[in-house]
């Protein structure tokens, strides 16, 4: 079973960056985060298709978040950059995998990821 370990995030002031980074003990055929804002739904921000099969982003993050993916001594990472965060980009922020072969189902649904990371806090003040 795929397991997925979150770090980074934090505190940062409005128009600030952070790192969010996801440790992966396997790719799977996509990989995405999502966040949660304190009393809203689970949204979407971006995913990453292995095999070339591109990255995407939510509207509300493009160009101001990147991913990338990394696979250094045996530990893969997909590290999510965050930047000019405002307040609207707390949240807290869940690395998720899709295991299901085959990798089905849409990039920004939750119902088509199957595996989840424990979640990693981002407060942006005003």
């Known amino acids: 079973q795929v397991q997925l370990v979150e770090s980074g995030g934090g505190s940062v002031q409005n128009g600030g960056s952070l790192s969010l980074s996801c440790a992966a003990t396997?790719?799977?055929?996509?990989m995405g985060w999502f966040r949660q804002a304190p009393g809203k739904e689970r949204e979407w921000v971006a995913c990453?298709?292995?095999?070339?099969?591109?990255?995407?982003?939510a509207d509300s993050v493009k160009g101001r978040f990147t991913i990338s993916s990394s696979q250094t001594n045996g530990k893969n990472s997909l590290v999510l950059q965050m930047s000019s965060l405002s307040p609207e980009d707390t949240a807290l922020y869940y690395c998720?995998?899709?295991?299901?072969?085959?990798?089905?189902?849409?990039?920004?649904?939750?119902?088509?990821?199957?595996?989840w990371g424990q979640g990693s806090r981002v407060t942006v003040s005003s």
């Open positions: 396997a790719w799977t055929g996509r």
């Open positions: 990453f298709y292995t095999g070339s099969r591109g990255t995407y982003y």
């Open positions: 998720a995998a899709t295991v299901r072969l085959p990798t089905g189902g849409a990039c920004s649904e939750s119902k088509d990821y199957d595996v």
